[in-house]
């Protein structure tokens, strides 16, 4: 690490000097070691939760996502919801529910704001961008998303883009890794490609209310994702932090196979029609003052850069429809309700078919948020401790996300674990009990000492195939995190609807998790930890609604 001042340019080119072997290892949690960080947090340099490019045209979105009445159970079940039409409403209401603000929490003299898209650290450094065709509401273009104003800022304005005919838009993720290095240091990198799986996730369900689809366009370069965005327009970042390119998501308002649609799938076609464009705004400037630069951030991030590639073709293995949720919820509700718990009560057991309902909703299916997304089969599964749920015995279960995940964990994993189907299991969910045990002091253990993961009535460690998926093709080391958070999203939403709550957990000791497996290689890793219970409420914490601020501003 260095101290700098300018930020470090954005556009990948630097010197290369780790793996993601060597970036895993050196990045992991243990018993007797953090991971590099900061000593303390440098409040000097604390970075501004919000980007915002100055001198851009700014468009007001209206707040109306609550009159969205979309039932949380129709989400699950494709062909229910009709298509939205794309309006400006809809617009506003997607970045709402994705990645716009949940509530202002006061506390003493402190206030702080959350939202929608959980944080590790609530730090947030997600950042969303649409590319929109032009309609009489929004002029075409290339918009960053304003979070605090919840506006849209025009970075690129551009007469017209046929490529993105056919009712039809991109939704483009970046991330800011700075903002989670100043706390985090080195496993800050980890956290950013957690947070984006959850923001593709949270993504994906916003669309769901209007019943639009999404797709991962796994096709495109990150070279390509940068230029549609605008990320790689150095005058625009001069003494700034810059963002790394992450996702480029195609929404569809209406299912449409049409050629114009898939048309717009071609990045260099979106390239070539931007290219006359008119850019403006210059993005702030984060940290006041020099900051610490994490060079194996940089380095990493080199190293994990994304090519062109032909995206794979998926048909999701059929299962039956899930189960109608039995929440009389809306789904607008359930999703600004989600809350990352601090303590849980360590008393409530979840019912079983509560805890099968969730489990399912963590299988792909066709046309089903959040995974009908990803243009990839599993690569990730989940092992969990089950403390309190009705009707299983308490210790280590195990759910492969796949036929080949399944195998792989069976060929891996400790020699004595039984391999039993869990009672009750409906057919379709291949959840295994592994051994029975009181797991909770463990769990508690390798989730960095966090009675969080004991208090609950279950938690959880979502396992990578690690060496088939990064040793030829480094740039899914960041997939397989994407891949981590959005099952992180489906439990937080999920957990809510079941009357629990949950919490992402990224601290954890990597292998000591591994030793509870057996797993002595790197063909299984850890990725993130996850944990569902009865939250215990912080009578302490003051709560504001969202954008009571906007108020304030218009009367100013
Ligand atoms: C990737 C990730 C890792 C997280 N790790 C932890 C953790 O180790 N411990 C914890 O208490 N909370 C953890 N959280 C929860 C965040 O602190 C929480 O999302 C953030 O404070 C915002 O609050 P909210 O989720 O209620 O909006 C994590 C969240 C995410 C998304």
């Not at 954890?508 to 497996?517: Q, T």
Request: proline share 6%; hydrophobic share 35%.
């Amino acid at each position: 690490m260095h101290t700098t001042n300018p930020c470090r340019n954005g556009s990948k080119v630097q010197e290369t000097t780790i793996n993601v072997y060597d970036f895993h290892q050196r990045t992991k949690h243990s018993l007797s070691q953090y991971a590099r960080g900061p000593d303390g947090l440098d409040w000097d340099t604390q970075p501004d939760p919000f980007r915002t490019y100055a001198g851009s045209e700014r468009f007001t979105l209206p707040l109306h996502a609550r009159e969205i009445e979309t039932a949380y159970t129709d989400l699950y079940h494709p062909g229910r919801i009709s298509s939205a039409a794309l309006t400006l409403r809809h617009i506003s209401a997607l970045l709402e529910l994705s990645l716009g603000l949940s509530s202002w929490k006061v506390y003493g003299a402190t206030r702080w704001a959350l939202r929608n898209n959980p944080s590790s650290g609530n730090l947030h450094p997600t950042e969303g961008y649409i590319v929109f065709p032009g309609t009489s509401e929004l002029p075409a273009g290339v918009y960053h998303y304003h979070v605090y104003r919840h506006s849209l800022e025009q970075r690129c304005a551009v007469n017209a883009l046929d490529a993105l005919m056919g009712n039809c838009f991109l939704f483009g993720l970046s991330s800011l890794h700075w903002r989670e290095a100043w706390k985090y240091g080195e496993r800050a990198y980890r956290y950013c490609q957690l947070d984006v799986g959850h923001a593709i996730a949270a993504v994906r369900y916003a669309a769901a209310t209007l019943g639009w689809s999404v797709t991962l366009l796994e096709g495109w370069s990150d070279t390509q994702i940068s230029a549609v965005l605008g990320l790689s327009r150095d005058d625009d970042f001069v003494d700034t932090e810059r963002e790394s390119p992450d996702v480029m998501l195609q929404l569809e308002c209406k299912p449409d196979n049409s050629d114009a649609a898939s048309s717009s799938r071609d990045a260099n076609t979106l390239i070539r029609q931007l290219a006359p464009g008119s850019w403006n705004g210059k993005a702030n400037r984060l940290s006041p003052a020099n900051r610490v630069n994490w060079d194996v951030i940089d380095q990493i991030d080199t190293f994990c850069t994304k090519p062109a590639t032909t995206p794979d073709v998926v048909c999701p293995t059929d299962k039956p429809v899930l189960a109608e949720s039995r929440t009389g919820l809306d789904a607008v509700s359930v999703i600004r309700k989600r809350r990352s718990s601090q303590a849980f009560d360590g008393n409530s057991p979840l019912p079983l078919s509560d805890f099968y309902r969730i489990l399912d909703c963590l299988q792909p299916r066709k046309a089903v948020p959040p995974f009908d997304t990803l243009a990839w089969a599993p690569r990730v599964h989940v092992v969990l401790f089950i403390h309190r749920i009705d009707g299983l015995t308490p210790g280590l279960y195990v759910l492969p996300r796949s036929a080949t995940g399944e195998q792989l964990l069976r060929n891996n994993l400790r020699e004595k674990f039984d391999w039993t189907r869990a009672p009750i299991c409906p057919d379709w969910l291949p959840l295994y009990h592994l051994v029975s045990a009181n797991s909770r002091n463990a769990a508690r253990t390798v989730s960095c000492h966090q009675a969080i993961a004991s208090d609950g009535a279950f938690s959880l460690s979502i396992i990578a195939e690690f060496d088939e998926t990064v040793k030829e093709t480094p740039w899914r080391y960041r997939q397989l995190f994407w891949e981590a958070g959005m099952i992180g999203q489906a439990l937080y939403l999920e957990a809510e609807v079941a009357n629990f709550s949950g919490t992402g957990i990224g601290c954890f000791f990597d292998d000591a998790m591994h030793e509870i497996l057996g797993i002595d290689n790197t063909v299984l890793q850890s990725l993130y930890h996850f944990t569902v219970g009865t939250a215990e409420k912080d009578a302490r914490l003051v709560s504001l609604p969202p954008y009571g601020h906007l108020e304030q501003m218009d009367t100013e």
